[in-house]
Antibody, heavy 123, light 107 residues
Framework: EVQVLESGGGLVQPGGSLRLSCAASGFTFSSYAMSWVRQAPGKGLEWVSAISGSAGTTYYADSVKGRFTISRDNSKNTLYLQMNSLRVEDTAVYYC????????????????WGQGTLVTVSS | DIQMTQSPSSLSASVGDRVTITCRASQSISSYLNWYQQKPGKAPKLLIYAASSLQAGVPSRFSGSGSGTDFTLTISSLQPEDFATYYCQQSSSSPYTFGQGTKLEIK
């Protein structure tokens, strides 16, 4: 079964740091791009960052650029999100998701998603 | 960035109703449009990818259509388990933006 499982969330003060992890299983991890998507309490979904399968290419939302770093360890089937200079507005459930790409359809989508890990930034 | 706008933001309907949710992109995204369902406290679940392809295991009462800038998600006959929030998402270009969501509630 294809699964992704996040961990590492918690309570942190504004200006602090936190590293999230996402353990993947059931698929060839290095063959797939991965993304982080977050959801603030009671709000919608916001894509945060993505990384290619080889880790050679990374992408960030403007809201986190320069503060967050996405990385992966393909030998450990694990995705990471290093979050620095955290702000109150970064409070959210953070999901990791596998990006599926179809050359036939020329399309890509997120599936599956993990259960999420809650990050709370508060003093 | 490509803006995604869903309508309506909320919708009340009854079991057995036919429901349509609309998603509009601020520029053409071809068929790079996906639909997700999210229930309270749960992760989003993929329903439709590439605008009209049904994800494996998703009931056939769900369907998607559209291309360019205008897309629809249709549920042909609402079931009790379909009451949830639905999001569209464009995967044409980074950042992969989502619509604001449509909350489907029981009438």
């Amino acid at each position: 079964e294809v699964q992704v499982l996040e961990s590492g969330g918690g309570l942190v003060q504004p200006g602090g740091s936190l590293r999230l992890s996402c353990a993947a299983s059931g698929f060839t991890f290095s063959s797939y791009a991965m993304s982080w998507v977050r959801q603030a309490p009671g709000k919608g979904l916001e894509w945060v960052s993505a990384i290619s399968g080889s880790a050679g290419t990374t992408y960030y939302a403007d809201s986190v650029k320069g503060r967050f770093t996405i990385s992966r360890d393909n030998s450990k089937n694990t995705l990471y999100l290093q979050m620095n200079s955290l702000r109150v507005e970064d409070t959210a459930v953070y999901y990791c998701a596998k990006e599926v790409r179809s050359q036939l359809l020329s399309a890509n989508w997120f599936d599956p998603w993990g259960q999420g890990t809650l990050v709370t930034v508060s003093s | 960035d490509i803006q995604m706008t869903q309508s309506p933001s909320s919708l009340s309907a009854s079991v057995g109703d036919r429901v349509t949710i609309t998603c509009r992109a601020s520029q053409s995204i071809s068929s790079y449009l996906n639909w997700y369902q999210q229930k309270p406290g749960k992760a989003p679940k993929l329903l439709i990818y590439a605008a009209s392809s049904l994800q494996a295991g998703v009931p056939s009462r769900f369907s998607g259509s559209g291309s360019g800038t205008d897309f629809t998600l249709t549920i042909s006959s609402l079931q009790p388990e379909d009451f949830a929030t639905y999001y569209c998402q464009q995967s044409s270009s980074s950042p992969y933006t989502f619509g604001q969501g449509t909350k489907l509630e029981i009438k």
